[in-house]
């Protein structure tokens, strides 16, 4: 069956860094768009970045500049390694499959930004 496993997030200071994992399977990965969303306590869900199955990327303006998604299509695996983390991006991070009709999602990993 269809999955989508988040990990590697956890606990940093500011200014740290984390790379998140999005380990897909049950599906054709290398065709579907992937893309990061997080959601933080009381907020709604935010798009964070974005790569379509050619490898093209956008990401918000909120993480511009500090946040990179790549994927590997070989190990089916998605990646965000997010540098220069700042408080305000602490929020529950899911991953995200779509591909015309099919939707997919994971079960988050959690980020906190705190010193």
């Known amino acids: 069956q269809v999955q989508l496993v988040e990990s590697g997030g956890g606990l940093v200071q500011p200014g740290g860094s984390l790379r998140l994992s999005c380990a897909a399977s049950?599906?054709?990965?290398?065709?579907?768009?992937m893309t990061w969303y997080r959601q933080a306590p009381g907020k709604q869900r935010e798009l964070v970045a974005r790569?379509?199955?050619?490898?093209?990327?956008n990401y918000s303006d909120s993480v511009k500049g500090r946040f990179t998604i790549s994927r590997d299509n070989a190990k089916n695996t998605l990646y965000l390694q997010m540098n220069s983390l700042k408080p305000e991006d602490t929020a529950v991070y899911f991953c995200?499959?779509?591909?015309?009709?099919?939707?997919?999602w994971g079960q988050g990993t959690q980020v906190t930004v705190s010193s």
């Open positions: 995200n499959a779509i591909y015309w009709k099919e939707n997919f």
């Open positions: 049950g599906f054709t990965f290398s065709s579907y768009i």
């Open positions: 790569i379509t199955s050619g490898g093209s990327t």
